[in-house]
């Protein structure tokens, strides 16, 4: 991976920020958000340099909403969005597969945010945190299904014009 110059850090911490506001902006919706959708297509996008992205991302929701015990799960769970589409090898661009990657994260989600729970406070913590939000885990499975259904091509034809038009699109 080459360097990142400042035209293309200054893009990766612009995208950082529009996964912010999509965050806040939806934050009234019960597990219902933007987010998964946008690193899906970022990766697609940036490939391995949306780590740069997501990292801005959960610096900017420690910054606003404090450093504690659920900031650590933001640290990892971005990434392993990313991860599966980056060793997904052929580039998925149907918008029924691509809901069902983001539903079945959707519904992974909480039993991935619980890891620390398990780990700060023992095998019963982590186990009640994560049966305590399944209900929550369902709406993020719809609300990922839903929100890809509707978005998912208007927004990879967005993003990936905005993407060629960047002075240095060689990422």
Request: net charge positive; aromatic share 16%; glycine share 10%.
């Amino acid at each position: 991976m080459r360097r990142v110059n400042t035209e293309e850090l200054v893009s990766m911490a612009l995208l950082g920020a529009i996964l912010l506001i999509g965050q806040v902006g939806m934050s009234y919706l019960p597990n219902i958000e933007i987010v998964s959708l946008l690193i899906y297509i970022y990766t697609q996008v940036y490939r391995k340099k949306v780590f740069l992205i997501i990292y801005v991302f959960v610096i900017l929701e420690g910054c606003i909403y404090g450093f504690g015990l659920w900031w650590f799960g933001y640290l990892y769970i971005w990434s392993i969005l990313a991860l599966i589409v980056l060793l997904n090898k052929k580039q998925q661009t149907s918008v029924i597969t691509t809901s069902a990657i983001l539903g079945a994260y959707g519904l992974s989600f909480g039993f991935l945010y619980s890891i620390p729970y398990f780990l700060a406070g023992g095998w019963a913590a982590g186990f009640s945190y994560w049966v305590s939000g399944i209900p929550f885990d369902l709406l993020h499975c719809g609300g990922n299904i839903a929100v890809s259904l509707v978005c998912y091509r208007p927004l990879c034809t967005l993003i990936g014009k905005l993407y060629h038009l960047s002075p240095k699109s060689t990422l």
